[in-house]
């Protein structure tokens, strides 16, 4: 396997799409636009009404752009925070 995407059907006609990804190697040669595209149509086959996906907003690999040209918005945007807590 060198790409995927996992969706998860949600409460009535909703879908949750996450994680995606792809080997480093075969990254740049569209595999997650067209597994996207699929995901997409087969929701649109099946009456899903609303898709949503959950991504790192300082990702290395600019995965936002791949889910912007598919048609996603920015909807709320989420800060965590980290402490590591030394022995």
Do not use: Q
Request: charged share 25%.
């Amino acid at each position: 396997m060198v790409a995927f995407v996992l969706a998860f059907r949600g409460a009535e006609k909703s879908v949750e799409i996450g994680p995606v990804g792809t080997v480093a190697e075969w990254r740049g040669r569209g595999l997650s636009t067209r597994l996207m595209s699929t995901v997409l149509n087969e929701c649109r086959r099946a009456g899903i009404e609303a898709i949503t996906l959950t991504v790192d907003g300082d990702s290395p690999t600019s995965a936002h752009r791949l889910y912007e040209r598919l048609g996603f918005r920015v909807t709320s945007s989420l800060l965590a925070l980290h402490k590591p807590i030394r022995s």
